[in-house]
């Protein structure tokens, strides 16, 4: 069955320092894989997805995520955070009914500290 | 263009008691998902429509949960009766098909507190 997993609940960094958010998968097939974001009392906002191609993936609001097969993973990062991101992130999946349904992880609480 | 619409964005209710959400989805998109988010989880899927017809319902709780999208576009997703069991968020999303590659475009959602 596909499934993702986050392996950190929370992430706390510095204003200005770099982030990674952690997510590694485990899918039968060729992987599409998903960042979302979701903001307190907010439905979940999409930032990126890998399809196939080029291993780094550029979102929105300066997020990118690396896709590596060998490792079998899809870490989301940002080269400088800001206090504005802190929020809870979700990596996901595709089903494998092929419909289009989301399989979520646990979801990683990013905080970011002045 | 104009996000997905849900409502009531609160509801509290009594356990037996029944409740109804609404969802209008975006403008064009074929797809609507409803997902059920329990605290400190990951959104799981309860069910899925492409245009008025159901694509997938295996997560739904069939004794208690139905739902509906009868003209394809707006839906509403309805629990009777209810268990404190489900208290969550329940987030309606759309996508313009049912695509692997199709991001999915969220709600707001509708939080439940069962008394």
């Known amino acids: 069955a596909q499934s993702v997993a986050q392996p950190e609940d929370q992430v706390n960094v510095a204003e200005g320092n770099p982030l990674t958010v952690k997510c590694t998968y485990s899918v039968s097939g060729n992987p599409y894989l998903f960042w979302y974001v979701q903001y307190p009392n907010r439905g979940l906002q999409f930032l990126l997805k890998y399809i196939t191609g080029d291993n780094l993936v550029k979102g929105s609001y300066g997020f990118e995520a690396e896709f590596n097969k060998s490792q079998t993973s899809f870490h989301l990062k940002k080269p400088s955070a800001l206090v504005s991101d802190s929020a809870l992130y979700f990596c996901a999946v595709p089903g494998s009914s092929n419909t289009g349904k989301l399989i979520f992880g646990q979801g990683t609480t990013l905080q970011v500290k002045p | 263009e104009a996000g997905v619409a849900q409502s009531p964005r609160y509801k509290i209710i009594e356990k037996r008691q029944s409740v109804a959400f609404w969802c209008n989805p975006i403008s064009g998109h074929a797809t609507l998902y409803w997902y059920q988010q329990i605290l400190g989880q990951g959104p799981k899927l309860l069910i899925q429509f492409q245009n008025n017809g159901v694509v997938d319902d295996s997560q739904l709780p069939k004794d208690r949960f139905s739902a509906e999208r009868l003209k394809g576009v707006d839906s509403t997703l309805k629990i009777q009766p209810a268990k404190l069991e489900d208290s969550a968020v329940y987030l309606c999303?759309?996508?313009?098909?049912?695509?692997?590659?199709?991001?999915?475009?969220f709600g707001d959602g509708t939080r439940l507190s069962i008394l």
């Open positions: 999303a759309s996508s313009l098909d049912s695509g692997n590659n199709q991001p999915q475009h």
